[in-house]
Nanobody, 117 residues
Framework: QVQLVESGGGLVQAGGSLRLSCVVSGMNFRLNAMGWYRQAPGSQRELVAD???????NYADSVKGRFIISRDNVKTAVHLQMNSLKPEDTAVYYC???????????WGQGTQVTVSS
């Protein structure tokens, strides 16, 4: 059974930093893309950043220059370093991983990030 365990969320003041981590276990497939999404109250879930197996990254315009995504293929983990946080970054952040098969699309349970002004 595939499990994604997220950690690192919390409450921080504007301008502060947090680091989210997601460890994946129970896979019987090769991990391809890994990413982070977020969903604020009343809004749709949106992509924050993702990273391919080879390390190519993609960021939402709203986080470029502030967030850094990285992955550890040995430990099957993905991290999101969030700097210069803003109140509008407040949301539940979800880890997502894609494998090589059509149904290989898995989500973490979500971790709350709250940025106070």
């Amino acid at each position: 059974q595939v499990q994604l365990v997220e950690s690192g969320g919390g409450l921080v003041q504007a301008g502060g930093s947090l680091r989210l981590s997601c460890v994946v276990s129970g896979m019987n497939f090769r991990l391809n893309a890994m990413g982070w999404y977020r969903q604020a109250p009343g809004s749709q879930r949106e992509l924050v950043a993702d990273i391919t197996r080879r390390g190519s990254t993609n960021y939402a315009d709203s986080v470029k220059g502030r967030f850094i995504i990285s992955r550890d293929n040995v430990k099957t983990a993905v991290h999101l370093q969030m700097n210069s946080l803003k109140p509008e970054d407040t949301a539940v952040y979800y880890c997502n991983v894609l494998g090589s098969g059509v149904g290989d699309n898995y989500w973490g349970q979500g971790t709350q990030v709250t940025v106070s002004s």
